[in-house]
């Protein structure tokens, strides 16, 4: 069992940044692929980006690249999520996910049911 727990969530302004953290404590943690999802007030969960277990292959939504950074400490169990030049289309709940398999080398899937474990969100808010 993994339990993923986001942290970092605020009120940012325009054009700001915000670094999300996401702590997968439990089993092998650090051997599964992660990723972030958010759902913004009456819309879907989409993902935001995700990258594999060992962290050097990396994908992102389009929405978001070029402004958005995923990485991981794996020495840390944690994942990251750096958000630059914040929109007001990035205001949302941010989840993190992460994979029930271990050591997967493939890509991560962009879909929700794709992944098994997910924290309970951390809100981001763009405002002036």
């Known amino acids: 069992q993994v339990q993923p727990v986001e942290s970092g969530g605020g009120v940012v302004q325009p054009g700001g940044s915000r670094r999300l953290y996401c702590t997968a404590s439990?089993?092998?943690?650090?051997?599964?692929?992660m990723g972030w999802f958010r759902q913004a007030p009456g819309k879907e969960r989409e993902v935001v980006a995700a990258l594999n277990w060992s962290g050097d292959m990396t994908y992102y939504a389009d929405s978001v690249t070029g402004r958005i950074t995923i990485s991981r400490d794996n020495a840390k169990n944690t994942a990251y999520l750096q958000m630059n030049s914040l929109k007001p289309e990035d205001p949302a709940v941010y989840y993190c996910?992460?994979?029930?398999?271990?050591?997967?080398?493939?890509?991560?899937?962009?879909?929700?049911?794709?992944?098994?474990?997910w924290g309970p969100g951390t809100q981001v808010t763009v405002s002036s």
């Open positions: 439990g089993r092998a943690g650090s051997s599964r692929a």
């Open positions: 996910v992460v994979d029930s398999g271990t050591y997967y080398s493939g890509k991560p899937s962009f879909t929700t049911e794709w992944w098994t474990y």
